[in-house]
């Protein structure tokens, strides 16, 4: 089955960095965005950053100069490098691929303070 495929979460400290990777199927890869979302315990689902086939790049407030999306697309693969990791960035982080609608199955990051 097509899935989006994460991986790079785990337990790090406050100030710690983590880079996230998701694998997406595919030959057009290079023509979708691709986006990134957050699920904390107890809260709704949330964007985190997106890229753009283009390049262009979205981040929501609460990420912005910690966060850095990016892509590869002769590898297939999206990336977010977390960098001033705090505890309320503690979250099970999803891939996501707008065009087709698919969702990996998510990647955990736990921030210890």
């Known amino acids: 089955q097509v899935q989006l495929v994460e991986s790079g979460g785990g337990l790090v400290q406050a100030g710690g960095s983590l880079r996230l990777s998701c694998a997406a199927p595919?030959?057009?890869?290079?023509?979708?965005?691709m986006g990134w979302y957050r699920q904390a315990p107890g809260k709704e689902r949330e964007f985190v950053a997106s890229?753009?086939?283009?390049?262009?790049?979205t981040y929501t407030d609460s990420v912005k100069g910690r966060f850095t999306i990016s892509r590869d697309n002769d590898k297939n693969t999206v990336y977010l490098q977390m960098n001033s990791l705090k505890p309320e960035d503690t979250a099970i982080y999803y891939c996501?691929?707008?065009?087709?609608?698919?969702w990996g199955r998510g990647t955990q990051v736990t921030v210890s303070s």
């Open positions: 996501f691929q707008p065009m087709s609608g698919l």
């Open positions: 890229v753009r086939w283009t390049g262009e790049t």
């Open positions: 595919g030959r057009t890869f290079s023509t979708y965005d």
